[in-house]
């Protein structure tokens, strides 16, 4: 009886002080006697473990070298410091993705001291320099994929002839070919990042495009303008290397067309790049597309000469030019009363690809004059004045006297007439220099 009432007073005694203890600090079998759960906090060998597989995933990221992790029971403690905030949501996530692991303890802080930031970046920076040289054999390969595609592309690009199909467009096979060379570079590139596990970069690139192409549009937009230009200037075909052209003031040779310019020889010797988009927009005349040019010029004749007569000598002069085509035959017109006389206006033809238009008109006009002059057909003759003594030529042409002009002693052969080839050279010279990028 006395026992009983002992253990009885115990078991009282402990039950009243039992709230101020702890589970871990009272025996295992006083709190199974008062009821109590307990939980072991000594980690044990799968703690243990868990804990090293967490750390080695945190580890191999970089920035994260700082992160200390303890195991006890399933639930992972990380400790240490981060960079930002994102950081510390991550290592978590990296945690909570572990198997076994039953719930994260996330104590990091964030880095507050600038040496410290500055370490875990250049941490970082280590870790992607080491992974950029273990990689370096792929980036070898993948620059030779490149390269080999760049090279096939060239090759492929120079056996376009689609001209040989399509007589009406044969300047369109540098277009297709620029596409073609482009589009085996563009395979190249997709395969080289595939290889580099790289590829997520062109869907950031293409998604991108529409923002970046706006953006691109409104700062080149002429250099965009000229190149569409271009493009339609070789459809369109207005004119040949070569061909003499007038495209606004410039006047001169074609030498190239270039994607962003058109570039002309002028007769000066002088090379003049005229923007693409100023061609398409302007009015082209092409002097060389026909070879047949007109060429005209005027004679004044004395109200009392006959107009009938000098216009026969001087049509017939003409027609004896060489140089001058027979179809369409020389015409003329009377032109109206100028400085006292009769102004008769001739024309003729010459073919360019034969004879240079300029030469023939002056040949042309020299031999008019000559035929006026055996006919003795005077120009408007000046007032006349009366003196005792003859006075100088000089002089009488000062105060208007009229003067018996010199025989005509120049020489009866036929003069130069070809074609002016002064600028060829230079032409062919320009044209090999702009090869590579002529769209024509």
């Not at 981060?82 to 990296?94: L, W």
């Amino acid at each position: 009886m006395p026992i009983r009432r002992f253990a009885g007073l115990w078991l009282a005694v402990v039950l009243l002080f039992l709230p101020a203890l702890s589970a871990a600090q009272a025996p295992a079998w006083i709190a199974q006697a008062a009821g109590v759960t307990t939980t072991s906090t000594t980690p044990t060998s799968a703690d243990t473990q868990l804990s090293r597989t967490v750390a080695a995933r945190l580890r191999a990221v970089p920035g994260y070298s700082n992160i200390t992790v303890t195991a006890t029971g399933g639930v992972v403690r990380l400790e240490g410091s981060v960079g930002d905030d994102t950081s510390r949501v991550h290592a978590e996530q990296i945690a909570a993705q572990q198997p076994g692991v039953a719930k994260v303890d996330n104590r990091l802080q964030i880095a507050g001291s600038i040496g410290t930031r500055l370490k875990i970046a250049l941490q970082q920076v280590g870790s992607k320099l080491i992974g950029l040289v273990a990689r370096l054999p792929l980036l070898l390969i993948a620059a030779v994929i490149v390269l080999i595609a760049w090279w096939i592309g060239r090759a492929a690009s120079r056996r376009i002839h689609l001209s040989r199909f399509s007589a009406k467009n044969p300047y369109i096979d540098a277009l297709v070919a620029r596409l073609i060379n482009w589009a085996i570079l563009l395979v190249g590139l997709l395969i080289a990042l595939d290889l580099l596990e790289a590829t997520a970069i062109v869907g950031a690139v293409l998604g991108s495009a529409g923002v970046v192409g706006i953006a691109i549009g409104f700062a080149f937009r002429d250099i965009a303008e000229n190149y569409v230009a271009g493009i339609l200037l070789s459809l369109r075909r207005g004119f040949s290397p070569g061909d003499h052209i007038l495209v606004d003031k410039y006047d001169g040779k074609v030498v190239a067309l270039t994607s962003r310019s058109t570039i002309l020889m002028t007769f000066d010797g002088v090379q003049v790049a005229v923007p693409n988009a100023l061609v398409f927009k302007s009015v082209v005349s092409n002097y060389s597309q026909n070879p047949k040019r007109r060429f005209e010029f005027t004679m004044l004749i004395d109200v009392n000469e006959s107009i009938r007569e000098s216009q026969e000598l001087a049509i017939a002069a003409i027609t004896q030019t060489a140089g001058v085509v027979n179809d369409p035959a020389p015409s003329w017109a009377v032109d109206g009363y100028v400085g006292g006389g009769i102004q008769l206006k001739f024309q003729g033809w010459v073919n360019q690809r034969e004879s240079d238009l300029t030469k023939v008109r002056s040949e042309a006009l020299r031999a008019v004059k000559s035929a006026y002059e055996k006919a003795e057909i005077d120009g408007p003759r000046p007032v006349q004045y009366s003196f005792s003594a003859p006075l100088p030529a000089d002089v009488a042409r000062r105060i208007g006297m009229a003067v018996t002009p010199p025989a005509d002693n120049e020489p009866k052969g036929t003069g130069d007439t070809s074609v002016n080839r002064d600028i060829d050279a230079q032409v062919d010279a320009q044209r090999a220099a702009h090869d590579d990028e002529n769209l024509i």
